[in-house]
């Protein structure tokens, strides 16, 4: 994905103006991969007080680990399906396409949101109806979710939509879209 020019886009997403400073903030990076969406948060906001990485894949979980000890952070790392990790609630949770490969992405928002302490945001990147992601699709057979739909099942997991985000250029701007939502209660 970083070879698509997504973590040039996660850096655009995470550069809005967004009222919070990430160094005051502990961050799960939930489906993490190769921990490209919270390395580009740790390159906007500075070094969290806690960064944790939620992976099933050990490979993946070990190559996250690495891009963020090239930044000076020693991530906690769980290897672990969303859902089956208990952890205390942190301020942000990152979240870039992982709930298309979840099996019913209305549990997977709840899971993301009891991860927040009230208040706390999710940082959403999720694919959308494009034909890009059909070929995606032959491979990894993913979900994509047309805008209402997506904010409907946000809203319906007690979140509050702070702002949408439209990736500018490349490959970002074709198959996925960025939403910022705050945990309601
Ligand atoms: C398309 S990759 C995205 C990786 C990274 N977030 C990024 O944007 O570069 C999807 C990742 O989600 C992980 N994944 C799939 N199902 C998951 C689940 N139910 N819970 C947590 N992670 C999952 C996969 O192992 C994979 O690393």
């Not at 993946?60 to 952070?73: N, P, Q, T, V």
């Not at 672990?80 to 019913?104: K, S, T």
């Not at 985000?165 to 910022?180: K, L």
């Amino acid at each position: 994905m970083r070879t698509l020019g997504y973590y040039d886009g996660y850096l655009g997403f995470l550069s809005e103006p967004q009222g919070m400073t990430g160094r005051d903030a502990c961050i799960v990076d939930v489906g993490a991969g190769t921990a490209a969406f919270s390395e580009a948060w740790v390159a906007i906001n500075g070094i969290p007080i806690q960064t944790t990485l939620i992976e099933p894949s050990p490979a993946m979980l070990e190559s996250g680990r690495a891009a963020l000890r090239r930044r000076g952070i020693e991530p906690r790392t769980v290897q672990a399906f969303l859902g089956e990790a208990v952890l205390e609630p942190c301020e942000v949770v990152l979240a870039a396409h992982v709930i298309e490969h979840c099996p019913d992405p209305l549990v997977a928002l709840r899971q993301m949101r009891d991860l927040l302490l009230p208040g706390g945001r999710l940082y959403l990147v999720v694919s959308k109806p494009h034909w890009c992601n059909v070929i995606i699709w032959l491979q990894w057979r993913h979900r994509t979710f047309q805008k209402n739909e997506i904010m409907g099942l946000i809203q319906e997991a007690s979140f509050e939509i702070d702002r949408i985000y439209d990736f500018p250029s490349g490959p970002p701007s074709r198959t996925s879209r960025g939403i910022v939502a705050r945990r309601a209660n």
